[in-house]
Structure formats: C-alpha cells, structure tokens
C-alpha cells in the first residue's frame, strides 16, 4: 500500500475538499471534537498534505507550518478508519520529514497519548507534560534528528529513543553531531556532562541547544549540567549561550577548565543520564556515534569524566567577566 501512495501539497485556498472531509471524518464525526475548534486561522497560513492511493482515493491528511522559521509544526493529522494498519500513517509522516528535514532544526506536534508509540516509531520524542485539547489528553512531541530520519533505508522501532533504542548512529558530518546533541539533551530527565577542548560556536553557540538546556535546568530540580573544557579563551573573546547560562543558573549549570597536570581523555563527549552518549573519535573530528542507549559505555565515561571534573578549575577569565 505505502509504495503505491502519492503526495500532494495545497493551500488552504486550493486545497480540494477531500482534506476537510477527511479531517471531518476523524475529527469531528468519530473523535466528537467540536467543530468550532477543527478549523481555525492557522488553516490560512498552513500548507496542507494530501496522501491519495493509486486509484487517487484520497487516504489520509496533514498540515505544516513554521515559527521564526526553525521549528516546523505538524497538526491535524488523520487517516480514515478503512486505511489504518497498513503504514498510511507512517508513510506521511515520513514523507513531511524528508521534505523538511534540510530547512528545519526541529520538527513539533501535539499527540493524543493513546499516539504517543506511533509517533515514537518515526524519531519524535515526548517533551510535555499532559495536558487536554478539546477534551482529548494530548502531550507535545519532538524530532530532532530529522535529517538522520529521512535518510535511513530502515529504522529501529523507535529510532534515537532513550533507554530503548540499541543503534549506535553514526556520526559523519556536523549535522550528525549537532543531532545526536540536540537528542540526547531533549530526552535528559537528570544530567547533562559535557567534555570537549573548546564550547565550538556551531556546535554549541546554538539557540535550540541553549533552550534544551535551559528546560532541562528547570524543569527538573535534581537537574545538573557540568561543561569542561580547555580553552575558555574564546569565551572570553566572544558571547556565548552557554556561558550566559553558567551565569544564570550557577545553581544547575557550572563549568570548569580542565587540569593541565591532570590526565585527560582525548576524545571529546556528552552524556546524558546514565544510558545516552555522543562521542566524537577527537576534538578536532566530525566523525564518532551516538547511543541512546549504552549505559556500560556511558558509565565508563562518567567515572573519567568525574576525575577530570574533580581536578578541574574555575574559569577565572569568566568570573571576572561576570563581575
């Protein structure tokens, strides 16, 4: 069936009338959401998602839209009851993420929790609490990786998912690194140990990196980022995210230079929690894995982690410019 699907994108203009049957059928008729509430502005602004069988029998729909053209959001996504459990639902959403994944850091959606394991199954991770929308019980999701999503010729079952997923991915471009970063720190529910010779501006110095973090400092009060590192000298030169982070939250979020007279890896790292991992073969490399789930590994690099943190120092050239 899924190969056989084909695609059409419209304006809520141009949009034929199977999109708001099909949205009417699942929505309103079987879901009893309101129909005050189906449509709404953003169907103006919304490009819409037209998935139609070989015989051009309309299947299923969706609708897309970006923010400050970063973040794109998927909404209203329905299949009719006589197309499900044959990969209709999949194979949409699939087809928004390859077509989306080289414009946007980050792609978003509100689930219905009895969709949550669906929606896992193709890269996007819970980053909500519950919270009802028309009555239904719904949380917010996030893919991050979706770049690693759209190229893969198979997917694991719930592809970057922490604690469940045992694929190490590899890493071969700073697309790859920054995915396998923005991953894991969206998923971290603890801690968060960075190690690398400098905060790299590209990789680091990002606005999405720097709010994972900042959610995670506050969103959870045993919460705690480490960042070592050995040359604060371009801090020092230049603004930084995570340096205004470190100034922000000292309570959560703490750096430290790494000891000259204290041995130190040579590969650069980030963990998270106790099972998640991004490794890069050294510090000047683009190439290495992530895991999301490898807690021999990562428990390996905590405790080298914790000896250099231990023999590490404060930045005094930070603390002066936070006077």
């Not at 970063?181 to 990789?203: E, H, M, P």
């Not at 430290?256 to 998270?272: D, I, K, N, V």
């Amino acid at each position: 069936m899924t190969s056989m699907l084909r695609f059409r994108n419209y304006s809520w203009q141009l949009a034929p009338q199977s999109v708001r049957e099909i949205r009417r059928k699942v929505f309103i008729e079987e879901q009893a959401v309101p129909e005050a509430l189906e449509w709404d502005d953003t169907d103006e602004v919304a490009e819409h998602i037209l998935a139609v069988t070989a015989d051009n029998e309309p299947c299923a729909t969706a609708r897309v839209f970006s923010t400050l053209g970063e973040t794109l959001h998927i909404g209203r996504m329905a299949v009719l009851p006589s197309f499900r459990g044959q990969g209709v639902g999949i194979a949409l959403l699939r087809h928004i993420i390859q077509h989306v994944s080289a414009k946007h850091q980050s792609i978003e959606l509100s689930a219905q929790t009895q969709a949550i394991g669906f929606y896992q199954r193709c890269g996007f991770h819970v980053c909500s609490e519950i919270y009802q929308d028309a009555g239904i019980d719904h949380v917010d999701m996030r893919c991050v990786a979706s770049d690693w999503i759209s190229k893969a010729d198979t997917l694991p079952d719930f592809p970057t998912l922490r604690g469940v997923d045992n694929t190490s991915w590899p890493i071969a471009s700073s697309t790859d690194v920054i995915q396998g970063l923005d991953s894991t720190v969206s998923q971290a529910q603890q801690r968060i140990w960075l190690y690398d010779q400098t905060l790299s501006f590209a990789l680091y110095d990002r606005l999405l990196f720097r709010d994972l973090l900042l959610k995670l400092a506050r969103n959870h009060r045993l919460s705690e980022v480490r960042i070592l590192i050995h040359d604060d000298k371009p801090l020092v030169q230049r603004q930084h995210q995570l340096v205004e982070l470190v100034r922000r939250l000292p309570s959560s979020v703490s750096l430290r230079l790494a000891s000259p007279e204290y041995p130190t890896e040579s590969s650069p790292f980030l963990l998270g929690d106790r099972e998640m991992a991004v490794w890069r073969h050294d510090f000047g490399s683009d190439k290495g894995f992530a895991n999301f789930n490898h807690p021999g590994r990562v428990q390996q690099w905590s405790q080298a982690f914790q000896r250099m943190w231990d023999q590490g120092r404060e930045s005094l050239e930070l603390r002066v410019l936070s006077i």
